[in-house]
């Protein structure tokens, strides 16, 4: 099938998931707007744009690839050849060493459909426990917050149009005139209405140089930033005591602990001073409706679900919960970061959000799959955990992934490269020959964004249609196609018997039914008539959801807790050995770990290779000009990158980005230590030093 015509779609990246049409024709396919589409009205930034140029692009793999023995080749194979290679070795694999011995590894770009089936595939094809995905990387920490302080976790609780009407936003780690320049729209609508912003970030980075405040916090500091903000809110009298005794529980104990943080102590420990903060209290006492939202900056510590409290407790204090234009969220990362985190591929839930280890759950959902609740394999281990252990005596010993390229974005990237290699089988299901598809048994090729149907959940929690508009490659089968294949060589087939995506996703609506995150009432049909549909939906007359908490909380009470937190130091400060913050991020040009926008010639031409910026006072300290080769050396290892010298970033700061492979791979270096509850790496912070190198990772 071919459209002759532009084809309404959504963008391959992030969780904006903006929408755009996709032009097919006999040169090629192009991208235009789709201003109809309410979330990005037409807007799109360089990625988006340049997607179409991944369709039909010369690296694509366009037949399964499979080695013989490890240190062979991988060489061509058919698709009978390698898929019956990787259920006889997932089956041999659980005869030697038990079911949970195979692992499945999932992204947080995959489909609602694909989400969905690969962990029904998980449990119902291979009965094991050991699930878990790269969104563990990228928003559990928010996920995990919000879970316990609202009883629900959806992104954004309100549609992205809120935020051009909030009289004050506040910004936690997110550098959204970079990552989604299309939001910036309703920022810019926001400041034209006299609306404030206080970005809250080390660097100052496009989008704090926007604000009305830019806080240029210490790395690792955010949490005591907000309770700093907290306790100056009960000084000043912000406190909303109504919105407090009507809708919320725990504000006593939580307001103890802010009262230790006193401002001059929070400057001591984030480095902003007490003027700063006070004028930042001022700006939220002033605003009728504020709106906090956090991001990954705030999010990838080993503290990232307290941070996250934090500044939901501070929303709750001044009652900025609940009411238009107002409350918190947490902006998503990747392209499906929400659906991909609602419906099973996580370790330790089944699809609607459900609790696998809810009785009930197991009930509903093995109902629905049409097996016994007690063939359902219990909880795994989250992402890091699984990816340290394997190949060891009690991990996972063969491996599935789909769609996450772990070599180039997991931390401590180097071990996990180890890992890998010490796996009895690795199987990989991508569209290009990514890091860890090269180290793989079997490689995959699978369909990408507009050659298959399918469902995303944007940063909204809106539920949107990617139409298939061009066929895929000769040889490429869609992941959907390659599950149920596998699922037949494994004697399952009978409950993998879909016939397209759709099908797919009417299952996944009966699975969430009376879920929280229940899509019963969301159709292929509704989505492209209403242009997306947000969840909970529970039924057909259901008009979707798109402001939640407007009366009550998911909790069991429907009231909001507090959480008292307390700021504690990164898992590795600064030392005499490695006395600098590291911390990461991402381009404007690249998303994730860039396999596919490294391969979009304009984007890689943009940013062609891995580079550090450094202060041009700590840069004169080591000598190091503009452009220098730089070595960057943590506990964990070393990495190369070219100096670039600005003074958007704090002196005692190195900031890279984790888009690229090689010597300039970041996560060589980055530290795995986990958020003791989301179990989320501690990505944006670790200690470092830099000394001049002679040669970068090109020889140049
Ligand atoms: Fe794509 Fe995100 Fe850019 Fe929108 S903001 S065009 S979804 S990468």
């Not at 990625?47 to 991944?54: M, N, P, Q, S």
């Not at 959204?176 to 299309?182: H, Q, S």
Request: charged share 20%.
């Amino acid at each position: 099938m071919v459209a002759s015509s532009a084809t309404p779609t959504h963008c391959p990246y992030c969780s904006m998931q903006c929408g755009m049409k996709l032009v097919v024709g006999a040169g090629g396919s192009s991208v235009e707007r789709w201003p109809e589409f309410p979330t990005n009205k037409g807007g799109l930034c360089q990625k988006g744009w340049t997607a179409a140029e991944l369709l039909g692009h010369h690296d694509r793999l366009t037949e399964p690839l499979v080695r013989e023995w490890r240190g062979g080749e991988l060489r061509p194979a058919t698709w009978d050849e390698a898929l019956t290679r990787v259920a006889d070795e997932l089956r041999d694999c659980q005869g030697r060493h038990g079911r949970a011995a195979v692992g499945v590894f999932g992204g947080g770009g995959l489909t609602n459909e694909k989400a969905y089936l690969l962990g029904k595939f998980a449990r119902v094809g291979l009965g094991t426990s050991n699930i878990d995905y790269n969104g563990r990387f990228c928003m559990s920490s928010a996920a995990t917050a919000a879970n316990r302080a609202f009883g629900v976790d959806r992104g954004l609780p309100f549609p992205a149009e809120d935020i051009a009407s909030a009289e004050l936003v506040v910004l936690v780690g997110s550098n959204v005139a970079e990552t989604m320049p299309p939001v910036m729209q309703y920022f810019e609508e926001q400041r034209a209405r006299g609306g404030r912003l206080i970005v809250i970030d080390p660097r100052a980075t496009p989008t704090a140089r926007a604000a009305s405040l830019h806080l240029q916090v210490t790395p690792g500091t955010d949490l005591a930033l907000a309770n700093g903000l907290f306790n100056l809110a009960v000084k000043e009298g912000l406190v909303d005591d109504n919105f407090v005794a009507a809708r919320t529980t725990g504000f006593d104990a939580a307001r103890r602990v802010a009262a230790s943080y006193w401002p001059d102590r929070v400057e001591r420990i984030t480095g902003v001073p007490v003027e700063q903060l006070t004028v930042a209290a001022s700006l939220l006492g002033e605003a009728a409706s504020v709106m906090i939202l956090t991001a990954r900056g705030a999010e990838q510590h080993s503290k990232g679900t307290d941070t996250v409290l934090a500044f939901i407790n501070l929303a709750l204090a001044l009652g900025q919960v609940g009411k238009p234009h107002s409350g918190y969220g947490a902006l998503t990362g990747q392209g499906n970061g929400q659906g991909g985190r609602e419906h099973g591929q996580k370790a330790d839930q089944l699809p609607g959000y459900r609790r696998l280890d809810d009785p009930a759950a197991r009930r509903h959902v093995a109902g629905v799959w049409g097996v016994d609740p007690d063939s359902l394999p219990g909880p795994g281990i989250s992402a890091y955990e699984m990816l340290e252990a394997a190949g060891t005596d009690g991990g996972v010993r063969a491996l599935l992934i789909m769609g996450s390229n772990v070599v180039v974005s997991a931390p401590n990237a180097g071990h996990i490269q180890e890992r890998l290699d010490a796996l009895d089988f690795l199987v990989v299901a991508d569209l290009f020959l990514s890091e860890t598809a090269e180290r793989a048994d079997v490689v995959l090729p699978a369909a990408q964004w507009a050659e298959e149907d399918g469902t995303m959940t944007n940063f909204e929690g809106r539920v949107i249609l990617r139409r298939a508009a061009v066929d895929p490659p000769a040889g490429v089968c869609t992941d959907l196609h390659i599950l149920t294949a596998l699922a037949a060589r494994l004697g399952r087939g009978d409950l993998f018997a879909f016939a397209d995506a759709q099908s797919v996703f009417d299952e996944l609506r009966r699975a969430s039914s009376g879920g929280i995150a229940d899509y019963n009432g969301i159709t292929y049909e509704r989505i492209a008539a209403e242009n997306g549909v947000f969840w909970p939906c529970p039924d057909a007359a259901h008009p979707g959801t798109p402001r939640m908490f407007l009366d009550t909380f998911g909790t069991a009470d429907g009231q909001a807790r507090f959480y008292p937190v307390h700021h504690k130091a990164s898992a590795e400060e600064p030392s005499d050995d490695y006395p600098l913050y590291l911390t990461t991020g991402r381009t404007a040009e690249h998303y994730q770990s860039g396999t596919q926008t490294r391969r979009v010639a304009s984007l890689a031409a943009a940013e062609p290779a891995a580079f550090v910026e450094i202060h041009p006072d700590l840069a004169a300290v080591f000598a190091v000009a503009d452009g220098d080769v730089v070595q960057v050396d943590t506990a964990r290892g070393s990495v190369l990158a070219r100096a670039r010298l600005t003074k958007a970033i704090r002196s005692d700061t190195l900031f890279m980005a984790f888009h690229w492979p090689g010597k300039g791979r970041v996560n060589l270096v980055t530290n795995p230590a986990l958020d003791p509850v989301s179990k989320m790496p501690e990505f944006k912070v670790c200690a470092a030093r830099i000394a001049k190198a002679t040669k970068c990772d090109d020889g140049s």
